[in-house]
């Protein structure tokens, strides 16, 4: 149903039943519009459709998409690492070498490859809007198709530095040093480390339709925030367990099971279900304002 229009030619319908003032002429209303961020309810349907594309595309897509995206989120390691062996061991490090954490996230969002953190709002706005049992059935088809991508191409990262195929043995040396002075988390310490990395790349998804020409700024902000605060993501984790894994420092299990499924499990809690169902919960509160 179309909202009622008043008698100023220059209104323009924002979605949130508010128009510029109507002394402004057309240019002066089209400024404002093209610097006023969506609504709610606008970011909620651009997220929903992008959620939609994703749902619909066939499974080889998705696996290719999923694995071109882990083999990017490997970067993050490696980059991670280039910075640590320059730079000396004092408190201000972490503040320079935590910038090459974001190379990967830029890469796979923003050439729109499927990361699984990433699928845990878009397409799960989808299935609150419509839940059914089809919905349900894509979402897990989606989530089994990306999840398996992201991890093979991290763990084919990961075997290549293993093996010195893409670093030098002086190189691997060094980042097994790095990596083994590395604090093993309990397994419910990996889960709860992995809530607030899952909210935030939910958080990511959800700000980029509105970021309008800064969406560089807002992806290395938001995971830059997740290596400083220590938080547990799930491909860029096991980016480094893996390498662990097969370097021999650590077990299969330690690896797999004492990591990637705590954090697994942290990451859908933060991202669907905090982010997705507060998000959903609040335009559908608009909308039953509305009524």
């Known amino acids: 149903m179309e909202r009622e229009t008043d008698s100023n030619p220059h209104a323009i319908d924002t979605g949130e039943g508010e128009r510029p003032n109507e002394n402004f002429d057309a240019k002066e209303v089209q400024d404002v519009e093209e610097r006023r961020a969506g609504s709610s309810k606008v970011v909620h349907e651009v ?8 749902l619909e595309r066939p499974v080889l897509a998705l696996l290719l998409s999923g694995l071109a995206a882990g083999l990017a989120m490997s ?5 991670e690492l280039s910075l640590r062996s320059h730079l000396p061991d004092t408190d201000w490090a972490p503040l320079v070498y935590y ?3 974001p190379v990967g996230y830029v890469i796979a969002v923003m050439g729109r490859l499927q990361l699984f953190t990433e699928s845990t709002v878009t397409a799960v706005l989808p299935v609150a809007s419509a839940p059914s049992w089809r919905n349900f059935g894509r979402l897990s088809r989606l989530w089994t ?9 991290v763990m084919l990262v990961s075997a290549l530095m293993a093996t010195e195929v893409i670093v030098t043995h002086e190189q691997r040396m060094v980042a097994l040093d790095i990596l083994s002075k590395l604090e093993m988390q309990s397994w419910t310490k990996t889960l709860t ?11 990511v998804a959800w700000v980029l339709p509105n970021a309008k020409g800064n969406q560089l700024g807002v992806i290395v902000l938001l ?3 997740i290596a400083l605060g220590g ?6 984790g096991s980016s480094q367990s893996s390498f662990l894994w097969l370097s ?8 797999w099971l004492g990591f990637t499924l705590p954090a697994l499990i942290g990451n859908l809690i933060g991202g669907t279900g905090l982010f997705a169902v507060l998000a959903h919960g609040q335009m559908r509160s608009d909308l039953s304002g509305e009524e």
């Not at 198709?145 to 191409?153: A, E, F, R, S, T």
């Not at 938080?231 to 860029?236: D, L, S």
């Not at 021999?248 to 690896?255: L, M, P």
Request: glycine content about 14%.
């Open 99 to 101: 910038l090459g954490y």
């Open 248 to 255: 021999g420092r650590i077990s299969f299990a330690d690896a």
């Open 231 to 236: 938080f547990a993501h799930v491909v860029t």
């Open 193 to 203: 480390m992995g809530i607030p990395a899952g909210f935030i790349m939910a958080a």
């Open 223 to 225: 995971t830059y925030a």
């Open 145 to 153: 198709c990306v999840l398996l991508g992201n991890l093979v191409g």
């Open 75 to 79: 970067l993050s390691l490696m980059s």
């Open 47 to 54: 997220v929903r459709l992008q959620g939609e594309e994703e």
